[in-house]
């Protein structure tokens, strides 16, 4: 007599299992990529960890992931293709702007300190006034 209702439970857990297992492989191969710093998308990810691309994108979470990665990383990239020479040229082009703004501190400084000089030689010369103008 054949059983009527067949034990699936067994199957149904090894699905999970391995369900869990590609997951698994997908999230760690996107560390290791991560920490090499090797370039994040689908294919890498998908050849790093031994799951197919319609895996990863059938995966909500695995997919913003490594999409949101490699958008990040594209940006580092192109922030690290600048050339030694570049760097140099900004640095230096940095400090001559800063140079500029420090003397037209300076110069600013200076004119205030003129203003106050002014200032207080028109206070001197009216609080002689009033001393005069007390005693007459």
Known sequence: MANSA???SGLAQAAKDRAAEKEKQAKAAI???TREKKPI???S???EAGVSRNYLYKH???RA???KLKTSTRSDRSLQATPDTGQENI????????RNIETQHQNEIKAIRNELKTANQRIEKL?????MLQYK
Request: aromatic fraction near 4%.
């Open 91 to 98: 640095v230096a082009a940095l400090r001559l702007k800063i």
């Open 65 to 67: 992931q490594i999409e």
């Open 31 to 33: 560390r290791r990529l």
């Open 60 to 62: 909500p979470e695995l």
């Open 127 to 131: 609080t002689g006034q009033i001393v």
């Open 6 to 8: 067949p034990n699936t």
């Open 41 to 43: 998308n689908f294919a």
């Open 45 to 47: 990810v998908a050849q």
